[in-house]
Nanobody, 123 residues
Framework: QVNLVESGGGLVQAGGSLRLSCAAS????????MGWFRQAPGKERDFLAV????????LYADSVKGRFTISRDNAKNTVILQMNSLKPEDTAVYYC????????????????WGQGTQVTVSS
């Protein structure tokens, strides 16, 4: 069982930046690919980015490529999502998730999820 806790959300003006963190416990963190997703009100949960177990590989959704950066620190059991040039349409609840076997955008392949952190971008 892996427990994931996100932090770092909040209110920011358009064009600003936020740094989300996800702390993992209860499992061997380096055994998992780690992803970030978001869900806006009334919409489906969307894939944003994923990083491989070692941190050597990443994949991004087109909507955030060039603006968001995913990274991880296996010594600290933490995955980070650095978000720059934020837009009002980035407003959503942001979730981190852990996948034992799959590195990709498919939600059902992720075994564990955090509770989410709210990000609100004002215009």
């Amino acid at each position: 069982q892996v427990n994931l806790v996100e932090s770092g959300g909040g209110l920011v003006q358009a064009g600003g930046s936020l740094r989300l963190s996800c702390a993992a416990s209860g499992g061997t963190f380096s055994n998992y690919h780690m992803g970030w997703f978001r869900q806006a009100p009334g919409k489906e949960r969307d894939f944003l980015a994923v990083i491989s177990r070692s941190g050597g590989g990443t994949l991004y959704a087109d909507s955030v490529k060039g603006r968001f950066t995913i990274s991880r620190d296996n010594a600290k059991n933490t995955v980070i999502l650095q978000m720059n040039s934020l837009k009002p349409e980035d407003t959503a609840v942001y979730y981190c998730a852990a996948s034992r076997w799959s590195m990709g955008p498919v939600l059902r392949n992720y075994n564990y999820w955090g509770q989410g952190t709210q990000v609100t971008v004002s215009s």
